[in-house]
Every structure is written in structure tokens, then in C-alpha cells.
């Protein structure tokens, strides 16, 4: 069973458009949310975190937003290039726990020139 | 920057064989994790150690073992292989226990089982 679900499954968007992937969970003792990239063949990189207490976190092109009362977060990358081209995890786990990731599903990114 | 060091990069067994993968992590990280990762599917912890000691077990089926060594690096051994058991398997490290939630993968290890 999917502790965190993510939507949609895929994304095309044109170059300079916004990406925007939605993720929710259910387990309010989850207080850490990161977002991964994966190109083909290769391992997740960690691309950006958010924790409960703040609502927006924004590094470069990349923005968390994070809703804990409606136990929803999302990426929004801004500015979109073809380089971005590739599945976006979301993420979430306890600290308290030895970090086990708990991933979305994916959502496979496509960016057209 | 150095990075999670997996080995092989690829791996090609026979059923009913036997796999071992190794993971190096980064340097001066004490945590490391497995995550086996299906065609098209997202990552499915398997097993955490922290200080070479087991912190914290996933759906590993009973045919898996794994260790962590003085030197941190870890080995995942995988008994009895079976077609299933084809896929990504991922090592990512973590620079201590408090900070255990913020987890570098490695490139991963591609097994086929044929």
C-alpha cells in the first residue's frame, strides 16, 4: 500500500512552462519531505526538503510547497528545461525512525523544446 | 564530491544462484540502506545499519542477507535468485543517525536473473 501517492503519473510541458507534481500521505508522524530525480538507468538524487514547520522552500528553479493541514506537498519547477526531463520522486519519513523512505509512484517528466 | 560507490554495475545470475552486491557510502557516513527499485516502479526500502549494526528491516525476503563492515562499506547477498528478483538495487547513505533522513544514492546495481 502507497504511504504516499503522487500525481499525475506523467507530465509533458513546454520549455519555460511550469511543472507542477502533487504528493499526499496519510501519516501525520511523517516530518520530512524530499524530492528526487532519476534519469534513466541512474540512482535518485535528492534535489529539495521541506519539514512541516515552514510552507515553502524554494532553491533555484525548484519550489516545495507544503499544505499540513491538508497533508499535501508539491514541486513546482520553474522555468522548465529539456535537461528536466526525467521521473520525479516525492519522499516522506519520520526522523525519528532511521529515515526510511517511503517514496511516491513517480511522475515521469517530459520537457519539449 | 565523492559519492555512494556501488559494485557491480551490472549483474547477470542464473536462477537459483547467488548475487553479492557492495556499496561503498559516501566518506564519513555511517548509515547506509538498501532499496530494490522494479521496472517502473518507485524504490521499496529493504534494510538499514547504522555503526554495523542493523537499525532497520524492510520487506527483504528471507533469501536476502546483509551486513555492514568496520570500514562502513555494506554487502547485500541475495541466495536462491528467482526471475522476480530482477531490478534495480540501490545503497544510499546517510551521514549519521540524526541526520538518517537525508540519503544519498548510489548509481545502482542492475541484477538479471535469467
Known amino acids: 500500500q502507497q504511504q504516499v501517492k503522487q500525481s499525475p503519473q506523467s507530465l509533458i510541458v513546454q520549455k519555460g512552462g511550469i511543472s507542477i507534481i502533487n504528493c499526499a500521505y496519510e501519516?501525520?508522524?511523517?516530518?520530512?519531505f524530499p524530492w528526487y530525480q532519476q534519469f534513466p538507468g541512474k540512482g535518485p538524487a535528492l534535489l529539495i526538503a521541506?519539514?512541516?514547520?515552514?510552507s515553502e522552500k524554494k532553491e533555484g528553479r525548484f519550489t516545495i510547497s507544503f499544505n499540513k493541514s491538508a497533508k499535501q506537498f508539491s514541486l513546482h519547477i520553474m522555468d522548465s528545461q529539456p535537461g528536466d526531463s526525467a521521473t520525479y520522486f516525492c519522499?516522506?519519513?519520520?526522523?525519528?525512525?532511521?529515515?526510511?523512505?517511503?517514496f511516491g509512484a513517480g511522475t515521469q517528466v517530459v520537457v519539449t523544446p | 564530491a565523492a559519492g555512494v560507490i556501488q559494485s557491480p554495475r551490472h549483474l547477470i545470475k542464473e536462477k537459483r544462484e547467488t548475487a553479492t552486491l557492495k556499496c561503498y557510502p559516501i566518506?564519513?557516513?555511517?548509515?547506509v540502506y538498501w532499496y530494490q527499485q522494479g521496472p517502473g516502479q518507485d524504490p521499496q526500502f529493504l534494510i538499514s545499519?547504522?555503526?554495523?549494526?542493523?537499525?532497520d528491516k524492510g520487506s527483504i525476503p528471507d533469501r536476502f542477507s546483509a551486513q555492514q563492515f568496520s570500514d562502513y562499506h555494506s554487502e547485500l547477498n541475495m541466495s536462491s535468485l528467482e526471475l522476480g528478483d530482477s531490478a534495480l538495487y540501490f545503497c544510499?547513505?546517510?551521514?549519521?543517525?540524526?541526520?538518517?533522513?537525508?540519503?544519498?544514492f548510489g548509481p545502482g546495481t542492475r541484477l538479471t536473473v535469467t
Open positions: 519522499a516522506a519519513t519520520r526522523t525519528d525512525s532511521w529515515g526510511k523512505l517511503q
Open positions: 501519516n501525520t508522524a511523517f516530518d520530512y
Open positions: 521541506i519539514r512541516p514547520d515552514v
Open positions: 566518506p564519513r557516513h555511517d548509515t
Open positions: 545499519f547504522y555503526e554495523k549494526m542493523q537499525s
Open positions: 544510499a547513505s546517510a551521514k549519521s543517525r540524526d541526520n538518517s533522513y537525508e540519503q544519498y
